[in-house]
């Protein structure tokens, strides 16, 4: 499945993007829901999403860490797909500041998610 932009991901991280996370951003009905809220019954928290990033800007890439900010959530903060684990682990950037959510690209499709 190609996407805008995976050309320009495959040239600095050396490897395609995974499916999963190919797949989370081309579903055009999350898109068209921002803002996108998210709740998980396996962690006490909600996951709002303001925005999505861009796939093809390498501003949103974090090659070194092989890491891609993937959407900026409501509170501002920048959320990264881990693209060393297997399942694609969402972290959240807050100021500099690198921490787990504990869920991954696959909760988020899998989830009850609203507005």
């Known amino acids: 499945m190609a ?3 995976s050309e320009v ?3 600095h991280f050396g490897f395609p993007a995974p499916d ?3 797949y989370f951003l081309s579903d055009k009905s ?3 829901s921002l803002p996108l809220v998210f709740r998980f019954e396996q962690v006490k928290h909600i996951l709002e999403i303001q925005s999505f990033l861009s796939l093809d800007d ?3 890439y974090d090659v070194r860490n092989k ?3 993937f959407a900026v959530s409501s509170d501002g903060n ?3 797909v881990d693209l060393k684990t297997e399942d694609l682990e969402i972290l959240q950037d807050e100021s500099g500041d690198i921490d787990s959510l504990d869920i991954t690209i696959k909760d988020l499709l899998m989830v009850k998610r609203g507005r």
């Open 9 to 11: 991901f495959e040239s």
């Open 20 to 22: 999963m996370l190919i």
């Open 3 to 5: 996407l805008k932009g």
């Open 67 to 69: 890491r891609f900010a």
């Open 78 to 80: 920048k959320l990264l």
């Open 58 to 60: 390498p501003e949103n």
């Open 30 to 32: 999350l898109r068209e």
